[in-house]
Every structure is written in C-alpha cells, then in structure tokens.
C-alpha cells in the first residue's frame, strides 16, 4: 500500500515536498516514480528512482527543479518540488514497479499506486 501526502497551495517560484509511504517489506525491491494528472489529460510521468536510490530520471519539464530520492530504511520516497510553476498543479501519484530492474516511463506499467496528492500552484 502507497500513501502520498505533503501536497498543498503554494504560490509560483515556492517549494513542496511530497513524501510517498509503504507498507510492506519489500519496498526496496520497487522502484518508485511520481506521475501526475490534470482533469481530461493522461497521467504522466514526472520521476523516478530505482531501488537503491543511485539512478534518477525526470520529465524534461521538471529537469533542475524537481529531485526524487528514497529511504530504503523508512520505505519512503521523496519528491522534492522547488521553483514550482502554475503548471505544476496537478493530482501527484506515487507508483511502485517491482517487475522491471530499469526505470520505465509509462503508467500502465506500474503495479502499485498512492491515492494522489494536490499540488496547487498560484501565479
């Protein structure tokens, strides 16, 4: 079980953290991204880290102002949010892939996700 929070109102050029936790075990068998959905678009991916928190991949629009990591011991990962722009505002999901030993990009390849956290970002 996934379980986003740390999402909020926050004015544009601020910072948010979201912190994603997991129940289980297994959690640093996952890697872990964060995708996001406004209403009427797909989900996309925002970023990810793999299992060990070495390998990081972001979307082109969040590269230098976004950082996700982990905490193996406490079966969190992190999304570190700064320079936050208005269209950043989104539902932010946490997913968990435990197939695959390389991140992926697309949603429907993820096996596990968090409930959703808003991020409302204001000009």
């Known amino acids: 079980q996934l379980q986003a929070y740390g999402g909020g109102l926050m004015q544009a050029g601020g910072s948010l953290r979201l912190s994603c936790a997991a129940s289980g075990r297994a959690f640093s068998f996952y890697i872990m991204a964060w995708f996001r959905q406004v209403p009427g678009k797909e989900r996309e991916f925002v970023a990810a880290?793999?299992?060990?928190?070495?390998?990081?991949l972001y979307a082109d629009f969040v590269k230098g102002r976004f950082t996700c990591s982990r905490d193996n011991a406490k079966n969190t990962v992190f999304l570190q949010m700064n320079s936050l722009k208005p269209e950043d505002t989104a539902v932010y999901f946490c997913a968990a892939d435990g197939i695959r030993e390389s991140i992926v990009t697309k949603h429907d390849e993820y096996d596990y996700w968090g409930q959703g956290t808003l991020v409302t970002v204001s000009s």
């Open positions: 880290v793999d299992t060990d928190g070495v390998t990081t």
